[in-house]
Nanobody, 124 residues
Framework: QAQLVESGGGLVQPGGSLRLSCATSRLKLAFTDYAMAWFRQAPGTEREFVATIFWSGDKTDYADSVKGRFTISRDNAKNMVYLQLDRLKPEDTAVYYC???????????????WGQGTQVTVSS
């Protein structure tokens, strides 16, 4: 059973930063076979796309709402993916989920493996 474990969430003031990490293990294929992504879900809303990164790390895509503020990266030697969150806003408050899939995509259904999520709260 694939495991994706997120960490790094917490409470931060508006304008602050956080770095989320996702450790992966027991994926069916090699880590480099997967595109990796971050999604988020605020209470009462659908889970939405945040960012994705190609297996090689040389292509990334972001939701318009986070472009220029968030940065996705991956370390293929460590089977890890990261999300740097800068200039955080209260509307970024959500549970953030790491996901692995065989397609480089913004579509939730294209991702086969999911973590349990980590809470990010942006509030003064």
């Amino acid at each position: 059973q694939a495991q994706l474990v997120e960490s790094g969430g917490g409470l931060v003031q508006p304008g602050g930063s956080l770095r989320l990490s996702c450790a992966t293990s027991r994926l069916k294929l090699a880590f480099t076979d997967y595109a990796m992504a971050w999604f988020r879900q605020a209470p009462g809303t659908e889970r939405e796309f945040v960012a994705t990164i190609f297996w090689s790390g040389d292509k990334t895509d972001y939701a318009d709402s986070v472009k220029g503020r968030f940065t996705i990266s991956r370390d293929n030697a460590k089977n890890m993916v990261y999300l740097q969150l800068d200039r955080l806003k209260p509307e970024d408050t959500a549970v953030y989920y790491c996901a692995a899939g065989l397609l480089y995509s913004r579509i939730r259904g294209d991702y086969d493996h999911w973590g349990q999520g980590t809470q990010v709260t942006v509030s003064s």
